[in-house]
Nanobody, 122 residues
């Protein structure tokens, strides 16, 4: 079992930056970890992920603006969000799965954080 706690959300103007952090209760170096977001009334969609092997994948809507990374001790996952747009406003969730490989579906992930709200104003 892995407990995940997100932090770093908040309100920012369009064009600004935020960095989300996800602290894991134990080492997850061999696990896929990912960031999802959820818009009101919709399901969770994958934003960015990093596999147990270190491969990163991004949704097309955030490529070139967001960067996912793990701290060297592998217990913290970050999402650096630059050039934020109002359409990035959502609840952001950190997720982990026991496998090395990542999948874009939220059903593939066993462990979830409580979420952190990101609001971008125009």
């Amino acid at each position: 079992h892995v407990q995940l706690v997100e932090s770093g959300g908040g309100s920012v103007q369009a064009g600004g930056s935020l960095r989300l952090s996800c602290s894991a209760s134990r080492y997850t170096s061999t696990h896929c970890m990912a960031w999802f977001r959820q818009f009101p009334g919709q399901g969770r969609e994958a934003v960015a992920s990093v596999s147990g092997g270190g491969a990163t994948v991004y949704d097309d809507s955030v490529k070139g603006r967001f960067t996912v990374s793990r701290f060297h001790d592998r217990k913290v996952l970050y999402l650096q969000m630059n050039s934020l747009k109002p359409e990035d406003s959502a609840m952001y969730f950190c997720a982990a799965r026991s496998g090395v490989a990542c999948y874009p579906s939220d059903t593939a992930f066993e462990w979830w954080g409580q979420g952190t709200q990101v609001t971008v104003s125009s």
